[in-house]
């Protein structure tokens, strides 16, 4: 599978963004990969931010994320979102999405093969 991100911009803090990536497949349908989002600011390690199963109905978030935060997938499309509202400036860092070969739903990015190449979020405060 291949991805790519997209959506990331620059926005004041309390905006919001939305985030998609785009999904590529050969061989093996996109309904049943998970898809999570993982982000890296500068200087720091990348971090988990949401994932959600193959069908949408395993979704976590991290807690600094969560009741801010939304992923949600249109398998027709080939196609995740991650709505991002209340925005912080600790928010900032490059988005990216990302699949696992494995049927699992994690959040550690060691499980997860498949990258795309990133989007740039910079919120403002």
């Known amino acids: 599978v291949q991805l790519q991100a997209s959506g990331g911009g620059l926005v004041q803090a309390g905006g919001s963004l939305r985030l998609s990536c785009a999904a590529s497949?050969?061989?093996?349908?996109?309904?049943?990969?998970?898809i999570g989002w993982f982000r890296q600011a500068l200087g720091n390690e990348r971090e988990f931010v949401a994932t959600?199963?193959?069908?949408?109905?395993?979704?976590y978030y991290a807690d600094s994320v969560r009741g801010r935060f939304t992923i949600s997938r249109d398998n027709a499309k080939n196609m995740v979102y991650l709505q991002m509202d209340s925005l912080k400036p600790e928010d900032t860092a490059v988005y990216y999405c990302?699949?696992?070969?494995?049927?699992?739903?994690?959040?550690?990015?060691?499980?997860?093969?498949?990258w795309g190449q990133g989007t740039l979020v910079t919120v403002s405060s």
């Open positions: 497949v050969s061989g093996r349908d996109f309904s049943t990969y998970t």
């Open positions: 959600t199963s193959k069908s949408g109905g395993t979704i």
């Open positions: 990302a699949a696992p070969e494995a049927r699992l739903v994690s959040k550690f990015s060691r499980h997860y093969e498949y």
